[in-house]
């Protein structure tokens, strides 16, 4: 038998990348698809069949699973959609561009890729595909309004889809990480810097302070912070366990906001939520 086969995308650090490597020790087929050439250069250095696809860029989500399906001979037997980004700010101050731009990239290309999947996964009569959703995918924080949206929205089309394939052999589920150690934060100052005028901001004092300290000064781990092996492990579960779950949780944060929001008020809960 051929080894079980696995698109794995945002593949360039962080969760994709430690994913790629787990699932290959595991013995899968691993394609680790990046956005930029030379991440999937450096990729293929390591081994990889490494396929380029930026979700803003729909032509790439074409091309880059029909390489997937050419070396596979048509099969696929699991997604794991993960490649995303954040654009920090409040949300007075978010120009309605900046979430047109984040959707693309955390929602609306991620629902091309699985829309052309399905049909693959349909035909062979099974598959598995797993979002990497968040903690702020059922509960919001301060000045991420944008990721926060992008991922509630991934969170009610998962949840549909999951529905909706009963039956079919093709299992759905979300992966749901608290804080993982990954660039994001890093990767978030270009946005920041592009669509946030926060001089002339009301909140210019908060955005001071806060935002930009957490943004520009490296300050150490979260708390309660995991390395991105976390997010592999139930991975791991998703595609290979004969009942997937729906959801994973991963980190102490996930767990206590999971069940926080299931026992306490709305207003009690944003009270917590603003005390940081």
Not at 86 to 99: H, K, N, R, W
Request: glycine share 8%; with cysteine.
């Amino acid at each position: 038998m051929s080894a079980k086969s696995i698109l794995i995308t945002g593949c360039s650090s962080g969760i994709g990348y430690d994913a790629a490597h787990g699932l290959r020790e595991r013995g899968w087929r691993v394609f680790a698809s990046c956005r930029k050439p030379e991440d999937c250069a450096r990729l293929h250095d390591e081994g990889f069949e490494s396929p380029l696809i930026d979700y803003q860029d729909e032509a790439t989500i074409t091309t880059g699973l029909a390489e997937v399906l050419k070396a596979t001979d048509g099969r696929l037997d699991a997604l794991f959609n993960n490649g995303a980004f954040a654009s920090p700010g409040a949300v007075e101050d978010l120009p309605t561009d900046a979430l047109r731009d984040i959707f693309q990239a955390n929602f609306f290309g991620w629902h091309e890729l699985t829309r052309q999947v399905i049909p693959v996964m349909r035909a062979q009569g099974h598959g598995r595909i797993v979002q990497c959703s968040s903690i702020l995918g059922f509960v919001t924080a301060t000045f991420r309004g944008a990721y926060n949206s992008s991922k509630f929205a991934l969170e009610g089309l998962s949840d549909t889809l999951r529905i909706e394939m009963r039956g079919t052999g093709i299992e759905v589920s979300l992966i749901e990480p608290g804080p993982v150690t990954s660039k994001i934060r890093l990767n978030a100052i270009p946005h920041f810097e592009r669509w946030i005028d926060w001089e002339n901001s009301p909140r210019v004092e908060q955005y001071r302070r806060g935002l930009k300290k957490r943004l520009y000064e490296k300050t150490g781990p979260d708390p309660f912070e995991l390395p991105a092996s976390a997010v592999t492990k139930k991975l791991i579960h998703a595609v290979e366990s004969r009942r997937p779950k729906a959801r994973y949780y991963v980190t102490v944060p996930t767990y206590l906001m999971g069940a926080l929001k299931r026992i306490l008020p709305t207003r009690m809960l944003d009270f917590i939520i603003s005390k940081g």
